[in-house]
């Protein structure tokens, strides 16, 4: 998947939400070999690091699998602050049993923040990628 075209890409400093499962909220089960919480803590650790050394201000925002929950923390965080792209993790996105959650996420960020693009990583470490796509350098 390329970079949109100039007239779509969003300005440097458009304010980013960074929405994630919390690593306490998976199940490791069906996980490679060797990664638990803790590991999957230090990596979305890692992450928000790259993303503030890539210069990109983004507010990480880590929810449960309950929808109800998640749809509560998210609309939170949109009425304290105004966000121009929404960044969906893809703990959210790719597991079966998160379509409900993923279907909350998304309805609520298009009725409480209308107009606000979302992107989408697989990995921790694929999100400064995922948010320059969408966002001009």
């Not at 089960?29 to 790259?50: C, F, H, K, Q, Y």
């Not at 880590?62 to 998210?74: F, G, K, M, R």
């Amino acid at each position: 998947m390329g970079r949109p075209t100039t007239s779509t890409a969003l300005p440097v400093g458009t304010k980013v939400l960074s929405i994630g499962l919390h690593p306490s909220a998976l199940d490791y089960s069906w996980m490679p070999d060797g990664v638990d919480e803790s590991v999957l803590t230090a990596r979305i650790g890692a992450a928000n690091a790259a993303l503030r050394d890539a210069g990109f201000d983004a507010v990480p925002c880590l929810i449960d699998n309950s929808p109800d929950s998640a749809e509560a923390t998210v609309r939170e965080q949109l009425r304290q602050q105004t966000f121009g792209l929404a960044m969906i993790g893809g703990g959210v996105r790719m597991l079966p049993e998160n379509t409900l959650l993923f279907e909350r996420l998304v309805n609520v960020l298009t009725e409480e923040a209308p107009g606000i693009r979302l992107c989408f990583n697989t990995s921790p470490e694929d999100t400064v990628e995922a948010l320059r796509r969408w966002i001009q350098a």
